[in-house]
């Protein structure tokens, strides 16, 4: 998407959606230069939604982001910091959890770089555990 316009333009509650999920920018956030949007900068691929905050400034605020068609339990969020392939624990003042129902996973993020979804291994248990 290319956006160009002449004045300051206001957006609130603005979703970009693809099948495998959406991030949702649910504040109103002011333009006020053209825009390059494109799948390099913003996207949502299998259980992975990434906005690069260098280039979307504008956009690097909260968000909702929707990951689709998960198999997990129990999932938990997961940040890659430097947008190298390492994910690592989304701690909560970063990440919280909205929902998760038929293998869609909802959570709250206060800014964007890439995250991701992962089995939280603290509930799961081995079922011949109760023998000790």
Request: charged fraction near 15%; proline fraction near 5%; include cysteine.
């Amino acid at each position: 998407m290319f956006n160009s316009f002449a004045a300051q333009m206001d957006v609130t509650n603005t979703t970009f959606a693809a099948p495998d999920g959406s991030i949702n920018l649910p504040n109103t956030i002011t333009l006020s230069t053209s825009l390059d949007v494109s799948k390099a900068k913003l996207n949502v691929t299998p259980n992975k939604a990434f906005l690069n905050s260098s280039d979307l400034t504008q956009f690097n605020t909260t968000g909702i982001i929707t990951l689709n068609g998960l198999a997990y339990l129990d999932p938990i969020s997961k940040v890659d910091w430097n947008d190298d392939g390492t994910y690592e624990n989304c701690l909560p003042d970063v990440c919280s959890e909205l929902s998760y129902s038929g293998g869609t996973y909802v959570f709250n993020v206060s800014h964007f770089t890439s995250y991701a979804g992962a089995e939280n291994a603290t509930t799961i248990t081995h079922p011949y555990r109760d023998w000790e």
